[in-house]
């Protein structure tokens, strides 16, 4: 219990420094409601018609393709880092074990492989044209 002491301490004081600035916050703070102030703000633009018009589906396409190849880029980069990591003084794998590498490259070649079939689809169906 004594080493956990400075740490409980440490999370009182964070915690009571948090409910006091909300509260210093509340009874300081300004109240004064104004049209300017309830007004959306974006991007330093004055709103102009109304926020709920409906958008093109090419938008919501590219950004399913935007997370679709951004995720399977993620998978790549472990991949990429430990496939063939040896121990430079021992000649041990680090990585991927010796005898595993043909299985995991064969893995990652029908991962690749999905990937521009993937690709080619959309591509062959014209979404990244824009009209």
């Not at 009571?16 to 210093?24: A, C, D, E, S, W």
């Not at 399913?64 to 021992?90: M, Q, R, T």
């Amino acid at each position: 219990m004594d080493s956990a002491y400075p740490i409980l301490l440490f999370a009182t004081v964070l915690v009571g420094f948090v409910i006091t600035n909300l509260i210093v916050i509340h009874i300081v703070g300004p109240r004064k409601q104004t049209v300017v102030k309830q007004m959306p703000y974006e991007s330093g633009m004055d709103p102009i018609g109304d926020a709920r018009q409906p958008f093109d589906v090419k938008f919501y396409l590219v950004a399913i393709l935007f997370l679709v190849f951004d995720v399977e880029l993620l998978f790549l980069y472990p991949w990429a880092v430990s496939a063939y990591l040896d121990d430079p003084v021992g000649g041990n794998s680090v990585g991927v074990p010796v005898e595993l590498r043909g299985t995991v490259f064969g893995v990652m070649l029908v991962f690749m492989a999905t990937l521009a079939i993937a690709y080619v689809y959309a591509w062959r169906k014209g979404v990244f044209k824009w009209r």
